[in-house]
């Protein structure tokens, strides 16, 4: 009897099926969006298709020897003075894009806690826009491959463990910035009572990768350009819309529950008292 195992033909076919395997994996790999550091890998709403090109869509970043990167360059030299303080600290929260950590991230903003047992569309909601944004942000960041400012300065990061896959990612568009904008549009939707708070702290969470030193000024402006764009296209999806919708109501009723929020407030309001300087 012939051992099947030894068999040639046998041997050809499994070695064609392990190509074959290898090859589709490879290909996943290829078209699978990278995602931030500590950002879970979960679908988004819109297919490849439908995302901005921030490729086509962002100019390129300053370039050498102009005033856009001197103006870089100082607002970067002027957040170091930030570092070990109370805004540093909440940079380094900031950073953390892991779930269910981050969905805490704009709880003191909207009043309540946001959890998958008592927001699960709104949980759902924040998680799939992230993938979402990180996905837009990947052919600018891909196309121009900017050097981050901790490589520039030599001088540490608020996220240090991340710092040698961050050497390795395009600084701009801010990934970080382009998510946490795109999470402020949404959610000042959901709650629009508090959409100033909103709006506003989604605006310090792009401001806590200047504080970070991991990005420059440009990077964290053109990933708010970004997250418009993002917003915009999401209008177009049905599923999008209804879990806009069925949170508004998991909201309200987190809200009647007195569901805290995941993060000391105070503590935060204190932080965001120590703002980044925005010039020279």
């Known amino acids: 009897m012939t051992n099947r195992a030894h068999d040639p033909q046998t041997q050809r076919l499994g070695i064609a099926l392990a190509a074959l395997a290898l090859s589709v994996a490879g290909a996943a790999a290829q078209t699978a969006p990278a995602m931030p550091n ?49 805004r540093w600290t909440l940079a380094a929260m900031d950073a953390n894009l892991g779930f269910p950590w981050a969905a805490g991230d704009f709880a003191c903003a909207l009043g309540a806690g946001v959890t998958p047992e008592d927001t699960p569309r709104l949980y759902r909601l924040l998680r799939r826009t992230l993938a979402d944004a990180a996905a837009a942000a ?108 069925a949170a508004k109501d998991e909201l309200a009723a987190a809200r009647a529950k007195g569901l805290a929020p995941q993060r000391d407030c105070q503590q935060e309001a204190d932080a965001l008292a120590s703002v980044p300087i925005q010039g020279p």
Do not use: M
């Open 38 to 86: 500590g950002a879970d890998a979960v679908q988004g709403y819109l297919p490849k298709g439908a995302l901005p090109d921030s490729a086509a869509l962002l100019p390129p970043p300053p370039a050498e020897g102009s005033a856009a990167l001197a103006l870089d360059q100082a607002i970067s030299q002027a957040d170091l003075a930030l570092r070990d303080g109370p």
């Open 138 to 245: 990947g052919p600018a960041k891909n196309r121009y491959n900017r050097r981050r400012p901790f490589l520039e300065n030599k001088q540490p990061t608020c996220s240090p463990a991340d710092e040698e896959s961050l050497a390795k990612n395009g600084s701009y568009p801010s990934g970080h910035t382009t998510i946490g904008w795109t999470w402020a549009l949404a959610l000042s939707e959901i709650a629009p009572e508090r959409g100033d708070a909103i709006l506003a702290r989604g605006r310090a969470f792009g401001d806590s990768r200047l504080v970070c030193n991991v990005h420059w000024e440009s990077d964290v402006i053109e990933g708010r350009n970004l997250a418009a764009g993002v917003v915009a296209r999401l209008h177009d999806d049905a599923t999008f819309l209804a879990d806009l919708n």
